[in-house]
């Protein structure tokens, strides 16, 4: 599914690109300025006499497809997100249950039906703090230099 979502993405980018061309090609209604500065006479010469309805047939087809990419993708993304189980937790059920919480590198803990197993130390360990000491009370009368 994460596949199919990445390729409608990449075509929604490609479909943007020429987008942003085909609206930079065009001629305004005054013959002047944006689209000429960025080539619109070469359309001329390149379509014909009739280029501007090539250009806004184009146009329309390729908003009309950018709006269907992303309702299209945005339906996708939703319900992948909304799966029931992920890959990781499904990986995670399928383990034995004395080694479901157990991170790598670690050894599993003592189940709590043997209380006379020692706790096996690990990287992970915490260590409680001493508690912390009020400091002592300033004096009214700070010693003079």
């Known amino acids: 599914m994460s596949f199919f979502i990445g390729l409608l993405t990449f075509v ?6 020429v987008l942003i061309l085909l609206v930079l090609m065009q001629l305004p209604k005054k013959d002047a300025g944006a689209g000429l500065a ?17 250009l806004t047939k184009a146009t329309k087809y390729a908003a009309t497809l950018f709006f269907v990419l992303a309702l299209i993708i945005g339906i996708l993304q939703s319900n992948y997100n909304r799966r029931s189980l992920t890959d990781l937790e499904k990986a995670v059920a399928s383990q ?23 706790p096996v130390p690990t990287n ?16 009214a009368n700070p010693p003079a230099n």
């Open 124 to 139: 992970f360990t915490l260590e409680t703090l001493p508690p912390v000491q009020p400091a002592p009370a300033a004096t």
């Open 12 to 17: 929604l980018v490609l479909n943007c690109a």
């Open 96 to 118: 034995p249950a004395g080694m479901a919480g157990a991170m790598p590198g670690t050894a599993p803990m003592a189940s709590p039906e043997s209380p006379a197993a020692a």
């Open 38 to 54: 960025f080539g619109a006479g070469a359309t001329d010469a390149l379509f014909g006499a009739g280029s501007g309805n090539v």
